[in-house]
């Protein structure tokens, strides 16, 4: 995609914004996930600005659809030297993407392509996709020079975690314990995928098999949370 933005950003930004979504209710672990990665982004003072959507919510500002997905898009209002995150956990449905519940649709690669054209433009764009089949986000429509791709399993894969009992998915888990101050996407993606496959080998599943694409303007891009 493509979309306004700073042509020559600065390899680490000292200011972030960030839309994050819980895409289903059907258990706590989306929404626990959401709220535990706003409290760290908050909490690390380098904040210019967090979209929390939810799908506990239905009908209000924060409810997770695709018109208020377009409107946190447009709302975050971020300098030419800021960066951007977007993180979105839910069930995902195979071959079309995660699942936003309220709307009954998945966010597709391209949808989501549009989404972060508006609201990260050319910044440095980190991309977290956690749920069943998420792999699908690894589409030459999203890998950008500007953009790093995380997701939590192969596009023809699921995930594991996702149960009334759990605090976090085991992905979800993994990234949070794995994310660091200054350690290199790449890094968290290796450690998340050992701890994913760890839990995976407990259970006897099938591994999920995270997945990362990192872009070349973005190679050495650290973490700030």
Not at 55 to 75: C, E, H, M, Q, Y
């Amino acid at each position: 995609g493509v979309g306004a933005g700073a042509a020559d950003f600065p390899a680490q930004p000292a200011r972030w914004g960030a839309i994050l979504v819980a895409g289903d209710r059907s258990e706590p672990v989306f929404d626990n996930a959401v709220s535990s990665l706003a409290g760290r982004l908050h909490d690390s003072g380098r904040s210019s600005g967090i979209v929390v959507l939810t799908s506990i919510r239905a009908g209000t500002p924060v409810s997770a659809t695709f018109d208020n997905l377009r409107r946190a898009a447009g709302s975050l209002d971020l300098s030419p030297e800021d960066g951007c995150l977007f993180f979105m956990t839910s069930h995902g449905v195979p071959g079309e993407g995660l699942s936003l519940a309220l709307t009954g649709k998945a966010l597709t690669p391209r949808r989501l392509d549009r989404l972060l054209d508006r609201a990260c433009g050319k910044r440095p764009t980190v991309v977290i996709a956690s749920g069943c089949y998420s792999g699908i986000y690894l589409d030459p429509v999203l890998l950008q020079p500007n953009r790093i791709v995380l997701t939590a399993s192969r596009s023809d894969r699921p995930s594991f975690g996702c149960a009334v009992d759990r605090i976090f998915t085991f992905y979800d888990g993994c990234l949070l314990r794995s994310v660091a101050p200054g350690r290199t996407w790449d890094a968290i993606h290796r450690q998340t995928r050992a701890c994913v496959a760890a839990q995976e080998k407990e259970l006897g599943a099938v591994p999920s098999q995270p997945q990362a694409a990192i872009g070349a303007e973005v190679e050495a891009l650290t973490a700030w949370f």
